[in-house]
């Protein structure tokens, strides 16, 4: 099955900063990447996506990068503010087959952005 | 849409008990989901569904878990009997598994499970 690797695991910025959060997959088939950010207490929620067909996608100060070839993509934050602290999840899945719809997480980075 | 809805959000109980965490989709996904998360395993899922029917359930930990779906806007995890090592955060989740946005995943605000 698959299996996603996320590093690091607690990061800490100061306001304005960028930050950088990087998972590593391991199943090819995999095609689909959300990263989910969540706050504390409640459920996560997903912030950005990126699909196999693209390399790169951005949403303002959000962005994501995926390399196939290597099987990794990461999260970027631009400007960060202390309301981007949370933690967040990367996730991959499938295309196809049995496991279709099914995500599997990376372990989490908390980022805690200092004012 | 009200999202994806919990209940009970928490819930404190005595070792040997059973417990039972619902889950209501938003309305018109085809997919649901079960997580638990604690420190130290993460984000874990347990069992999902696709049109009510149980399509993965092996990340269910053993038998004293349970889940049904008796139709598309209604989802039970059992527990019975319950441990203090089944205490966690469970989540539901649930996506429309059609089309662009077909994986995209909606949680709910998640149950806060203390097993004493």
């Known amino acids: 099955g698959e299996n996603v690797e996320q590093h690091p695991s607690t990061l800490s910025v100061q306001e304005g900063d960028s930050a950088v959060i990087k998972c590593t997959y391991s199943?090819?088939?995999?095609?689909?990447f959300p990263w989910y950010k969540q706050e504390l207490g409640k459920g996560p929620q997903l912030i950005i996506d990126i699909r196999s067909n693209v390399g790169e996608k951005k949403d303002q100060r959000i962005a994501v990068t995926l390399n196939k070839t290597a099987k990794h993509f990461s999260l970027h934050i631009t400007e960060t503010q202390p309301e981007d602290s949370a933690v967040y999840f990367c996730a991959a899945s499938p295309a196809g087959g049995t496991s279709y719809g099914k995500l599997t997480f990376g372990q989490g980075t908390i980022l805690t952005v200092h004012p | 849409d009200a999202g994806v809805i919990q209940s009970p959000r928490h819930e404190v109980t005595e070792m040997g008990q059973e417990v039972t965490l619902r889950c209501k989709p938003i309305?018109?996904?085809?997919?649901l989901f079960w997580y638990r998360q604690t420190m130290m395993r993460g984000l874990e899922l347990l069992i999902y569904f696709n049109n009510n029917v149980p399509i993965d359930d092996s990340g269910m930990p053993e038998d004293r878990f349970s889940a049904k779906m008796p139709n598309a806007s209604f989802s039970t995890l059992k527990i019975q009997p319950s441990e203090p090592r089944d205490s966690a955060v469970y989540f539901c989740?649930?996506?429309?598994?059609?089309?662009?946005?077909?994986?995209?995943?909606?949680f709910g605000p998640g149950t806060r499970l203390t097993v004493l």
């Open positions: 989740a649930s996506s429309i598994g059609r089309g662009l946005a077909s994986n995209e995943q909606f």
């Open positions: 199943d090819s088939a995999s095609n689909y």
């Open positions: 309305s018109g996904h085809d997919y």
